[in-house]
């Protein structure tokens, strides 16, 4: 080995790429997006030889599959990043009297069986991280695959259920009355700040004004609610060796909730955009999104510079605009973001969500405008629909 | 996509062999496409940086990669040969781009090597030592470059290389050769 190659193989080390979990779910997300694009522009070069060859398919497909087959309807779960626009397009899954009982195969093998003819469930969210489920009326079994990447929630009016590969039914026949039971694996269910953890056999009931829990095992009895104190957190978190791990391993585990929580304790505040980032993953994922938006304000502040902070302005843009509704502040993230990567991956996605949080804050000529400009720049964008109804009928 | 009410398709899983045939077949593939796309971001990035030698170009190099390696996913029959599969194409595709930029550097539209930000902790006398062999790679043709990079950066064994880039083994022994003698002659051995 020559002088300049032993060097080098001491040097070779120092160049590697600085990646976090987080930068990672976040690749996937783009990747996810980019691939959809790339199908569906071979979908349209294709034209008319493929839509006719869809409309015979459909036809041929329909009438045999009546819903007398033994086989669960797999359902083709949206893309990523179609899922994530669910207030233009929601997935719903409904049961009524001539389809009293219905079963949803999720692709990563997770099951909803609709068990009552007046059920409604919709799909909230499909992420790397969070598949999430609003149950609206009547009663869903769920089987859940263990996959601890991914959280598995359901919410009703009154309850959030948070697992990570279990069976459990839930019903909500009301609003202001819901269930949850437990059948194999252990579930955490939450009512306001209360945290309830469930085994199997157990049965947790609001009624309206109060949590009951029953114990198939043992006698009924009444349950006091875990207060979410810090001590009673640790308490809950039963095993001690998960606790006493670090809050990016939990994270990196898909335990948000721990890791929420063990974050709270470390004394260490993160500092490094990968650190940052994760925090703000784990605590939007953990269900304190302004929380969330503080890390990565930090992270476009101070590492501008960096891959991250591009990502991090359109991540705090999307925080702002779906989960704490404020469309001026997130028109302003999803500004940052295209300046900080005019030529970036998710530079179109931020003009458009722009402009669709300046429609939304009321600033109409500045929707417009920017609808203008997403329509010349990506004449075939995948949101030029919703940008032309932006711009309005042309005079 | 049609529409995305479930309720109006017919149960059966006719549609989902139509929209995603590929799921069928390998049972959950989703999952073990994501799980690859997980375990292997790292490496793919690391060996974008180290081929390419900008920053800059990782992440699109990254999301290029594993669009064909989704592509050709139900194609790997052995688990174990995932990793080499997914490298085998991560270094196919650099060479593209490498080739795509040499055409660009005729032009006057190439850019500078650009090696940071990098791991910390990164030696400072490393990456300049780095920046200028990948200053002198850049003047070497584009396999050349590669197979020397893959033998002294990444480490890899001859027979490796050999099937990554595509070439016969006395290939890869003549570019490491001439990419030998041309930067013991720039850097004084």
């Not at chain 1, 034209?47 to 359902?75: C, D, M, Y």
């Not at chain 1, 252990?186 to 700040?193: E, K, L, M, S, Y």
């Not at chain 1, 049965?203 to 198939?216: F, M, S």
């Not at chain 1, 530079?347 to 949080?357: I, M, S, T, V």
Request: hydrophobic letters at 40%.
């Amino acid at each position: 080995m020559s002088e300049l190659e032993r060097q080098v193989d001491q040097a070779r080390d120092s160049l590697q790429v600085d990646l976090s979990a987080a930068d990672t779910s976040q690749a996937l997300l783009r990747f996810e997006g980019r691939r959809r694009r790339r199908q569906r522009r071979r979908v349209a070069a294709g034209g008319i030889v493929t839509g006719a060859a869809l409309a015979l398919l459909t036809v041929a497909f329909w009438p045999s599959s009546e819903p007398k087959s033994p086989r669960p309807a797999l359902v083709d779960l949206p893309p990523l990043e179609e899922v994530e626009s669910t207030d233009d397009a929601p997935v719903r899954f409904a049961t009524d009297d001539e389809t009293p009982k219905r079963t949803v195969a999720f692709v990563d093998g997770s099951m909803a069986v609709l068990v009552r003819p007046d059920t409604q469930l919709r799909l909230e969210a499909l992420e790397p991280e969070l598949l999430e489920l609003s149950l609206n009326s009547g009663e869903a079994r769920f089987t859940v695959a263990k996959n601890p990447q991914r959280l598995f929630r359901v919410r009703t009016a009154d309850l959030r259920i948070e697992v990570l590969g279990t069976r459990f039914s839930v019903s909500a026949p009301r609003a202001g009355r819901s269930a949850v039971k437990v059948h194999e694996g252990r579930v955490a269910v939450f009512r306001g700040t209360d945290r309830y953890e469930l085994s199997p056999g157990m049965r947790l009931t609001w009624d309206g004004g109060r949590v009951v829990i029953d114990d198939a095992s043992k006698d009924k009895r009444r349950t006091r609610p875990k207060k979410r104190r810090r001590r009673a957190r640790r308490s809950a978190h039963s095993a001690p060796a998960q606790a006493a791990q670090p809050w990016t391993t939990l994270a990196e585990n898909g335990a948000f909730d721990d890791a929420y929580h063990a974050m709270q304790d470390e004394p260490r505040r993160p500092s490094s955009p990968a650190e940052l980032m994760l925090a703000a993953d784990v605590a939007r994922l953990s269900g304190h999104p302004r929380e969330a938006t503080t890390y990565l304000r930090r992270v476009v502040k101070e590492h501008q510079d960096r891959p991250q902070g591009m990502l991090a302005a359109f991540t705090l843009g999307r925080i702002l605009q779906r989960e704490l509704n404020e469309p001026r502040a997130a028109a302003q993230a999803f500004r940052t973001a295209r300046t900080l990567a005019p030529n970036g991956s998710l530079a179109e996605d931020a003009l458009a969500n722009e402009a669709e949080c300046w429609a939304r804050a009321g600033s109409n000529s500045q929707a417009k405008e920017l609808a203008h400009r997403y329509l010349r720049q990506y004449p075939a964008g995948r949101k030029t629909g919703s940008m032309r109804r932006l711009v309005g009928p042309s005079p | 996509m049609a529409s995305t009410d479930p309720s109006f398709r017919p149960p059966g899983g006719a549609r989902l062999r139509l929209v995603r045939g590929e799921a069928l077949d390998e049972h959950d593939p989703v999952t073990t496409f994501e799980a690859c796309f997980r375990r292997y971001h790292r490496l793919v990035a690391n060996l974008g940086l180290r081929l390419l030698g900008r920053r800059g170009d990782v992440d699109d190099f990254v999301q290029d990669v594993f669009l064909e390696v989704h592509g050709a996913f139900h194609s790997i029959r052995e688990p174990a040969a995932t990793k080499g599969f997914v490298r085998t194409i991560a270094v196919r595709l650099a060479l593209r781009r490498l080739r795509r930029r040499k055409v660009a550097a005729l032009l006057g539209l190439d850019q500078p090597v650009d090696l940071g930000p990098v791991a910390v902790p990164a030696n400072q006398e490393h990456v300049a030592l780095l920046a200028q062999v990948y200053g002198e790679l850049e003047a070497m043709p584009t396999k050349t470059r590669v197979v020397w990079i893959l033998r002294h950066i990444e480490g890899d064994k001859l027979e490796d290389i050999a099937q990554e880039v595509g070439m016969g083994l006395s290939s890869v022994k003549r570019h490491l050769a001439t990419a030998k003698a041309r930067l013991e002659e720039v850097f004084g051995e």
